[in-house]
């Protein structure tokens, strides 16, 4: 059997962690099988649909970096692949189980409809939904009162008085009493739209699709679209519905919790393959003791056995963490590319907005080495090395000073720091640090005391990313104006000790 899957989002919202996840695993089983991915847009809902959010589907999985091999946007063997465009075929199959007797027309006018809700209501009726009012209706009368031009919508004969089974691929045998479904649902409403029931049973079956593999809180609707297959005379795909995802308080995941949507995570500098590698675990496991995989290493490795049945739980800082690990592994260049319109918008060259001139966007890349262990967020940079590109603010003295020192031996440890910029400015980290050593055994002086003061003369600051980098980056004419600086506050003071 050909492996045919598929991601078939409603485009009534922003792409979202829930429905990327299903499209992810969809994506993987069928690489993992050899198969083919398909994107079906189901967007019967014409009143909650905006073209923003098909054009944001689009932009997210683009910025993900994994495609459907047939879709809208690149056609295939069986479109089109959006319902919308696919109306004529869900009229045919409905006609079809009315002429069977499988379905009917019924009549009943919205006002009855709610009357009899109700009604239901009032009495706290057991059953509840629609009464099975137009079941019995001869097909004659029902054609009859469509040829005179009635309004009326399609209903499933729901078979009653028996059990509908099915097996889930990960939650196992699951059956439902017929009398539980929800009574005769409308298949297509009046104004010959078809419902989501209607329309994805047609459509899976029509494209072929083998697995259908999504959300959890879809599994309800599953024994009704088991019903409509067999009335079809179809074989219904395999069903694997995808464990919950949750937030860390237990409940589904939702903005309560945080970001949600993939536009607030690209927003926010969340690099895809973090995403990708975080949300292919949410409910799967792959290898013991190893977290970081490429998505062709989980193409490899995705099987429906690895799927857990437990709820997964988003941890917003684990996903930081995975961020962080990818920013890693990132060339300095391939980072700064990444990092330059947070540079940018915040202000990092010049007025908010200003674009690096050539100094800058060299002394830009040249930080990153800088500063990739220490961020988990692209957003981070900027602040962390504005100290490379505007002159910083001098702190106190008391800042500049080494414990157990006091100014005038903080002056003077300064001054052996200034003469050692411009050799310093010329050697790797290794050289550079096996200089400074020599150095300040030579002088007498512990090696931290020494570049405490130098370090916040050219940093601002006590803690700074790695010294001998921010020494090369600036130079040693840039660093010689800030010893100075600093020096000349420094002399201005009288004494202060840390
Ligand atoms: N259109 C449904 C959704 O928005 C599809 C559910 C399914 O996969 O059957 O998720
Ligand atoms: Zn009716």
């Not at 949410?282 to 490429?294: C, I, N, P, R, V």
């Amino acid at each position: 059997m050909k492996i045919r899957d598929r991601y078939a989002p409603s485009p009534t919202g922003l792409q979202h962690i829930g429905g990327v996840r299903t499209a992810l695993f969809n994506y993987l089983f069928a690489q993992s099988q050899g198969g083919a991915f398909i994107l079906r847009l189901e967007d019967t809902d014409r009143t909650r649909f905006d073209d923003a959010f098909v054009q944001n589907l689009y932009d997210t999985f683009t910025w993900l970096g994994f495609h459907w091999d047939e879709g809208p946007d690149r056609g295939g063997p069986v479109g089109p692949y959006i319902q919308s465009e696919r109306f004529g075929l869900y009229q045919k199959h409905a006609q079809a189980l009315v002429e069977k007797g499988l379905a009917y027309y019924c009549f009943c006018s919205p006002a009855r409809l709610d009357a009899l809700r109700e009604e239901q209501a009032k009495t706290h009726a057991k059953e509840t939904g629609y009464d099975r009012h137009c079941r019995n209706r001869s097909p004659a009368e029902g054609a009859a009162r469509i040829a005179a031009g009635e309004a009326a919508v399609i209903r499933l004969k729901i078979p009653l008085g028996e059990t509908t089974r099915f097996t889930d691929q990960l939650l196992g045998d699951i059956e439902w009493k017929n009398d539980a479904i929800t009574p005769d649902p409308v298949l297509l409403k009046s104004d010959r739209f078809p419902t989501y029931h209607l329309a994805n049973v047609v459509d899976d079956h029509l494209m072929g699709i083998s697995h259908v593999l999504r959300a959890q809180e879809w599994l309800p609707s599953t024994p009704l679209h088991v019903i409509m297959y067999q009335l079809f005379g179809w074989d219904h795909p395999v069903f694997c519905h995808l464990p919950m995802v949750m937030g860390q308080d237990g409940k589904k995941l939702s903005k309560r919790h945080g970001s949600t949507s993939i536009d607030e995570f690209r927003g926010q500098g969340y690099l895809p393959e973090a995403l990708i590698n975080y949300v292919a675990l949410l409910g799967a496991s792959y290898e013991e003791g190893k977290d970081l995989y490429t998505l062709e290493e989980l193409c490899s490795r995705f099987s429906l056995d690895k799927l857990s049945k437990a709820p997964a739980v988003f941890d917003y800082k684990k996903l930081a963490w995975y961020n962080g690990q990818y920013i890693r592994m990132k060339t300095d260049e391939a980072l700064a590319a990444l990092a330059l319109p947070y540079g940018v918008n915040a202000g990092l060259f010049g007025e908010l907005g200003t674009a690096p001139d050539a100094g800058q966007r060299a002394a830009f890349t040249a930080a990153m080495a800088l500063i990739k262990e220490r961020v988990s967020f692209l957003h981070e940079i900027p602040d962390k090395i504005s100290y490379l590109f505007a002159e910083p603010l001098i702190p106190a003295a008391a800042e500049f000073i080494p414990k157990k020192l006091d100014l005038s031996q903080t002056i003077g440890l300064l001054g052996i720091g200034r003469d050692l910029v411009e050799p310093l400015a010329a050697l790797s980290d290794t050289q550079a640090e096996a200089f400074i050593k020599e150095r300040a055994e030579k002088e007498g002086v512990k090696l931290g005391d020494l570049m405490m003061p130098l370090r916040v003369a050219l940093t601002g600051a006590r803690v700074s990313p790695p010294l001998f980098g921010t020494i090369r980056i600036l130079g040693a004419a840039r660093s010689f104006a800030r010893i100075d600086r600093a020096l000349a506050v420094l002399q201005g003071y009288g004494s202060v000790t840390a």
